[in-house]
């Protein structure tokens, strides 16, 4: 019966974002992709259980590695995908607008008090957005003081700028070029993913 009550339930809720889809491209093609796509990555971090945090904190804390080994295959993915899709861009004739920030101590403060917040949060912004789908009260909390920390943020934006010393950021392509620049990032991956898969094989008693 419970089986039944929830196929009942998937298929009314499929029919919904059919018809959805449906209205919204009447209205617009795009922002009818933006939702598809929406979609497809809420859809994707469910069912892969994916958040940022867990990547960096189930190493530690229980020891497993999944999620940090999948994350460093997002990125080893990401930058040739991004670098083939810049120098693809104009033969297609569509604007990609870099945007690299700019650093300085107001960085370091707000990554650490960011990723003690998403720790004693139990997710990253992704996570709890993941988890506020499926229903859970305390990742709803954790979605208020998300929002309220980034209204007060851009507000308040001005004063840490002028409070703290600014450096520009740093883009490598144009320091060292593209071909030494993915090479180096690539590098990089290669050594955390021997590093997590010895760390795994530790924790299991291997090796």
Request: proline share 3%; glycine share 10%; charged share 10%.
């Amino acid at each position: 019966m419970l089986k039944r009550s929830q196929a009942k339930l998937n298929l009314g809720f499929s029919i919904f974002i059919l018809l959805l889809l449906l209205l919204l491209i009447q209205v617009s093609l795009q922002l009818t992709l933006i939702f598809a796509v929406s979609l497809a990555i809420g859809f994707t971090l469910q069912k892969s259980r994916f958040c940022f945090v867990s990547a960096f904190r189930d190493p530690l804390l229980v020891g497993t590695t999944k999620l940090t080994e999948a994350l460093i295959l997002l990125l080893a993915i990401s930058i040739p995908g991004f670098a083939i899709a810049f120098h693809l861009s104009p033969m297609f004739n569509i604007p990609v607008n870099l945007y690299v920030t700019s650093f300085g101590v107001h960085t370091v403060i707000g990554g650490v008090l960011f990723g003690t917040g998403m720790v004693l949060a139990g997710g990253c912004a992704s996570g709890i957005l993941m988890r506020v789908g499926e229903g859970f009260a305390m990742q709803m909390i954790a979605l208020l003081g998300l929002l309220i920390g980034a209204f007060l943020g851009k507000y308040s934006l001005s004063y840490w700028l002028a409070a703290f010393h600014q450096f520009p950021g740093i883009f490598l392509p144009d320091t060292i070029g593209w071909i030494p620049s993915m090479t180096i990032e690539l590098f990089i991956l290669l050594l955390l993913w021997k590093v997590t898969r010895w760390w795994q094989k530790r924790q299991k008693g291997v090796g």
